[in-house]
């Protein structure tokens, strides 16, 4: 006859299995955690890694003698400025990028000076100005450009906020419609060249307005009609550009943020400040990176170095990560 257990007997067993119990749910919270935080620090990285890869993009494509870094009052310096600095309240990066979806850097020219088209590219500038032929009254000749219809409307689709072709577009056939051309070999002014304001500095510029010279828009058209520009200098190696580009933080409109010492990262695009336009006035906003806890940059040697650190939401873990943009 098989013994019964004893009450003594069963209190061991259930003791036993409930340390049993115990360590394995230890063990699986453990696993649990290690795997939530492993997963939220990849999570984070990614985030940040795009959020700086996207910023560098367009930093690629900037005109180096135009960026700036500015304060939330308006005052700002050339980010090589020694009085800009990691410390420094200036934490607004502003800056003018070449129009790159129409630069030809690769172009070949016939014997005439006329574009050879490759890959049935419908328009190009070339970079490079006529400086025996160009002046203000002749307009910016320039050979192996192609400023055809595809280039203007190329332009329009870049900076038109709706369906309707209308005001909010930039438009490349008016000399004044919002598209200028900057020299390489010109000293600027950041305070005045670019048409940045402080409120203080008067705006002179020294970047020529341009568009696309009646009669010259079509197979081969290489000239653009300059827009004032009396007495400033033409350089052989020019720019095209459309637009300015902000990297501003601002803090969200949740109240938890404020409190957890977190914002947002915005980029604001599609503003002219040659035109007199700020980018909180007129430009078009999008959202880089949420849960920013710092962001700051510097330039050394024409080399810039951006530093931007992201907490995950709802947890302490916090990712930086730097980037050089040459």
């Given at each position: ?257 404020t409190a957890n010492g977190v914002f947002d990262l915005n980029l604001y695009y599609d ?56």
């Amino acid at each position: 006859m098989k013994r019964a257990f004893t009450l003594l007997e069963l209190v061991v067993v259930i003791v036993v299995l409930g340390i049993i119990a115990m360590m394995s749910f230890n063990a699986i919270m453990n696993i649990y955690s290690n795997y939530f935080q492993t997963r939220t620090v990849n999570e984070l990285e990614t985030q940040t890694e795009i959020a700086l890869e996207q910023i560098s993009k367009r930093l690629e494509h900037r005109i180096k003698p135009s960026v700036i870094a500015r304060k939330t009052d308006g005052a700002f310096l050339a980010l090589n400025d020694s009085g800009v600095n990691l410390n420094a309240e200036y934490e607004i990066l502003e800056f003018i990028p070449y129009a790159y979806e129409i630069f030809n850097d690769v172009i070949s020219l016939d014997a005439n000076d006329n574009v050879i088209e490759h890959g049935g590219k419908a328009g190009r500038y070339s970079g490079y100005a006529d400086l025996a032929k160009s002046s203000p009254a002749t307009g910016l000749i320039s050979p192996g450009s192609n400023f055809t219809t595809g280039v203007v409307e190329t332009i329009k689709d870049l900076t038109c906020r709706d369906e309707i072709r209308n005001a909010t577009c930039v438009d490349f056939e008016n000399k004044d419609g919002g598209v200028v051309a900057i020299f390489s070999d010109v000293y600027y002014n950041v305070q005045s060249s670019f048409g940045y304001s402080n409120g203080t500095v008067p705006v002179d510029l020294d970047i020529a307005k341009v568009g696309v010279k009646d009669g010259q828009r079509g197979i081969n058209g290489n000239t653009l009609e300059i827009s004032g520009f009396g007495g400033k200098q033409i350089s052989e190696q020019y720019h095209l550009a459309y637009t300015a580009n902000a990297i501003v933080p601002e803090q969200s409109a949740d109240p938890k943020d404020t409190a957890n010492g977190v914002f947002d990262l915005n980029l604001y695009y599609d503003y002219r400040p040659w035109m007199g336009e700020k980018y909180k006035l007129n430009g078009e906003k999008a959202t880089l990176a949420k849960n920013v806890t710092r962001f700051v940059f510097t330039e050394k040697n024409g080399v810039i170095v951006l530093k931007l650190c992201m907490r995950a939401k709802n947890s302490e873990i916090t990712i930086c990560k730097s980037k050089a943009v040459y």
